[in-house]
């Protein structure tokens, strides 16, 4: 079995932005195909209508560069499993795909038929695991490149495939479960979690969410993004007219400023601009640019509220904005829909040229 096309994990409801997305960045590589994706299913896969073409096209695709997708599995056809023996299918195609993988992973959409399927996969497990050991799979291999993924969509159906280490979501389902910090004033304290985790690696953590550091957190009301910061021992100043959470203000850390984020100016540059203002995606794609060119902060990290249609048009047209403004000057720049972001997706944006490792 090849694995020539593509599956991609995504937000129940999010298939279309999945599909227009590894539509137009497969035909940018110059490969043509389809892609079937049911409206509400969590997955959409893309088929390129030569499967050389699609096997080459999982080589070069990027996962980083990818919004919408929350995983990248290469995989062949669905496959049909029979009632009284799903293991022995799943197996043979899974040793057809290598012999020495970094991990198996079972699962399923993230939907309500996905937690159903959850019940019947999680005790196939060990059974799996005795047939791809008896067909000679290792699934543990810390050296190997890839990982093993069989995934459920029916219970008898699944699609059996491999995803790259480094190319590919490290978390299962690519879903980042975080726990609720007790001490945040708000949820939306995740979205930032998530987004440092997403977009900078452990050592970029260390170095550039460093103790003494300084922020501005735009629509820090109630302060989950500002407390976030505050944990890592950043100086932050708070801009938003509603009121912040009393215990942040007490930290010591904080000032807040009762401003309109969209007029404020820092007195002096700072190491970062947070922003979660709702308000047009195109107006803080300006604003965060603006940041950016006119060197008020180094590196930020803002939510963009997406509208209910034309999600991946909006995503589209806030690069261009973003290329308007520093095109000339090199910057650096990543879009993740997040599993904490529902109608939204989360942005990095940096001045420094800095090549996708
Ligand atoms: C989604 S909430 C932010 C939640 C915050 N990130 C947290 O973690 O607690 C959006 C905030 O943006 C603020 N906001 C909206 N427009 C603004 C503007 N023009 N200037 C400053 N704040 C604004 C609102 O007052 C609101 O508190």
Same mark, same amino acid.
């Given at each position: 079995m090849s694995a020539p096309r593509l599956l991609l994990y995504c937000r129940a409801g999010f298939e279309k932005e999945c599909a227009q997305e590894i539509t137009a960045t497969a035909a940018a590589a110059g490969v043509r195909g389809f892609v079937k994706g049911r409206?509400?299913?969590?997955?959409?896969?893309?088929?390129?209508?030569?499967?050389?073409?699609?096997v080459e096209l999982g080589k070069r695709i990027e996962f980083r560069r990818l919004v919408f997708p929350r995983q990248l599995v290469r995989t062949g056809e669905l496959l049909a499993l029979a009632e009284g023996d799903r293991v022995s299918p799943i197996s043979a195609a899974a040793r057809s795909l290598g012999s020495r993988f970094a991990g198996l992973r079972i699962e399923m959409p993230d939907t309500n038929d996905g937690k159903s399927l959850s019940a019947l996969a999680k005790p196939l497990t060990p059974h799996l695991e005795k047939a791809l050991a008896k067909e000679g799979v290792v699934f543990d291999d810390d050296r190997a490149?890839?990982? $093993? =993924?069989?995934?459920?969509?029916?219970?008898?159906?699944? =699609?059996? @495939?491999? %995803?790259? *280490?480094?190319? %590919?979501?490290?978390?299962?389902?690519?879903?980042?479960?975080? +726990?609720?910090? %007790?001490g945040s004033p708000s949820r939306s304290t995740l979205k930032l979690a998530e987004a440092i985790m997403q977009f900078l690696d452990e050592k970029e953590r260390?170095?550039?969410? /460093?103790? @003494?550091?300084?922020?501005?957190?735009?629509?820090?009301?109630?302060?989950?993004?500002?407390?976030?910061?505050?944990?890592r021992g950043l100086m932050v100043i708070a801009v938003d007219n509603g009121a912040m959470d009393p215990a942040l203000l007490e930290t010591g850390q904080v000032k807040h400023r009762r401003d309109d984020g969209f007029h404020y100016r820092p007195a002096e540059p700072?190491?970062?601009m947070v922003c979660d203002m709702v308000e047009s995606p195109a107006r803080i794609a300006r604003?965060?640019?603006?940041? *950016? /060119?006119? @060197?008020?902060?180094?590196?930020? *990290?803002?939510?963009?509220?997406?509208?209910?249609?034309? +999600?991946?048009?909006e995503v589209e047209r806030c690069r261009g904005i973003v290329?308007?403004? $520093?095109?000339?000057?090199?910057?650096?720049?990543? *879009?993740?829909? $997040?599993?904490?972001? +529902?109608?939204?997706?989360?942005?990095?944006?940096?001045?420094?040229?800095?090549? $996708?490792?």
């Open positions: 409206p509400d299913s969590g997955f959409a896969i893309f088929q390129a209508h030569d499967d050389d073409m699609g490149t890839e990982r $093993l =993924h069989v995934f459920f969509v029916g219970g008898l159906a699944c =699609h059996v @495939g491999v %995803s790259t *280490i480094g190319n %590919s979501s490290d978390w299962p389902m690519g879903i980042a479960r975080l +726990r609720m910090p %007790s260390a170095q550039r969410l /460093a103790p @003494g550091m300084t922020a501005i957190d735009l629509g820090a009301s109630p302060g989950g993004w500002t407390w976030q910061l505050v944990q700072v190491d970062w604003l965060a640019s603006q940041w *950016i /060119a006119q @060197g008020w902060c180094a590196e930020t *990290i803002f939510n963009l509220k997406l509208p209910m249609k034309k +999600r991946w048009e290329d308007e403004a $520093l095109g000339g000057g090199g910057y650096y720049l990543r *879009i993740k829909h $997040l599993y904490h972001d +529902r109608e939204e997706v989360t942005a990095y944006l940096a001045r420094r040229r800095r090549e $996708l490792n």
